[in-house]
């Protein structure tokens, strides 16, 4: 499952900081909104022409998605809503178990600083609950290379 010591941390961290908002959010909740938001377990990979968000959303709606990309190009926001069957809600006489959140979602995904990335070819997939976001890497442009400036006199200074 990982490769490496590495990837264990990494996984260990990125679930830490998930609880730990998860955890704040339900504390104080979205500012300005008396909604409850809810995050979607997400993963972040980089393959050798992009970086590869993955977000599971089960249950959302594809036209009930937005997903954007900061100025800085440094933080994906994925957001929408999870709708919940009215009809079956008011059916319900008694619940044992909830544990699948509804209603609104967002969640801001850090992009890795020191990968330059291609804004303008950014495409999202939607199939069997999980989100696919593609962020192609920027072709890095070649190292400046020393140019010679060939130098011409002047002929008004020379007379």
């Known amino acids: 499952m990982f490769r490496n010591y590495r990837d ?22 979205p500012l300005g ?45 994925i957001s929408g809503v999870r709708a919940e069957d009215e009809e079956e809600r008011r059916a319900r006489v008694r619940c044992y178990q909830l544990e699948i959140y509804y209603g609104p979602f967002e969640r801001h995904v ?3 600083p020191d990968i330059a990335i291609d804004r303008d070819n950014i495409s999202a997939t939607y199939r069997n609950g999980v989100l696919t976001v593609r962020i192609p890497k920027r072709v890095q442009e070649e190292a400046p290379v020393t140019r010679r400036i060939p130098i011409v006199e002047d002929e008004a200074e020379s007379k």
């Not at 938001?37 to 993963?43: A, G, H, K, N, T």
């Open 8 to 29: 264990i941390l990494r996984q260990m961290e990125m679930e830490m900081q998930r609880l730990s908002d998860e955890a704040l959010l339900s504390v104080f909740g």
């Open 33 to 77: 909104s008396t909604e409850r938001f809810w995050q979607p377990p997400v993963d972040v990979c980089e393959t050798e022409q992009a970086l590869v968000v993955k977000a599971e959303i089960a249950g959302v709606q594809p036209e009930k998605i937005n997903v954007s990309l900061s100025a800085d190009d440094r933080i994906l926001v």
């Open 110 to 112: 850090a992009l890795p």
